[in-house]
């Protein structure tokens, strides 16, 4: 499938290109690591270690620093006001993906701004990442994804046979 960041790569600013590369290699790295929630990280681990040369870190190491995007999705992604930054599971991976393999990046602000909005950004070139995004088809469309980093195995649990007043997410609230 051809997207669009694949048919501008000859254009724009020179971001596709190097995005394309950084998402390889995410590629690769996410589909090992496993997070929990933390600010630090020790609690972020690889299933398996990920073996890059002297060459690729020095290609990640001279790129320009990367913008990254962020939209509150807790508990992937939350803007803490206190800090001014942005917390989450999502933001560890990240942190921990981008400092092993020597990416700068530098993230963006942009309170109040929709998923379309940050999406818009990216297809633009105007910012290089967005996290943390779900895949869905018309998303893929417009954008490279790598592959799930985080499964959860939480659920709920009510009485069997009680009858709850629960029809829909209103109810829940």
Not at 42 to 65: D, I, K, Q, S, Y
Request: charged share 20%; with cysteine; proline share 5%.
């Amino acid at each position: 499938m051809v997207n669009d960041w694949q048919v501008r790569e000859g254009g724009g600013r020179g971001r596709a290109p190097r995005c394309a590369r950084v998402v390889a290699v995410l590629l690769g790295l996410l589909a090992m690591a496993q997070a929990w929630a933390c600010h630090d990280d020790g609690h972020v681990r690889l299933n398996r270690p990920v073996a890059l040369t002297a060459a690729e870190h020095a290609e990640f190491a001279a790129m320009a620093p990367l913008s990254v995007l962020a939209v509150d999705a807790p508990p992937m992604v939350r803007h803490d006001p206190r800090s001014g930054g942005y917390v989450g599971i999502g933001v560890d991976v990240w942190c921990f993906v981008a400092n092993r393999i020597g990416l700068r990046y530098d993230f963006v602000a942009g309170q109040g701004q929709t998923v379309a909005d940050r999406i818009g950004q990216v297809q633009a070139g105007t910012a290089d990442v967005f996290l943390s995004l779900s895949v869905d088809p018309e998303r893929a469309r417009h954008g490279l994804f790598t592959l799930p980093y985080y499964e959860t195995y939480y659920a709920i649990i009510a009485r069997k046979g009680a009858r709850l007043p629960v029809h829909g997410l209103s109810d829940l609230g």
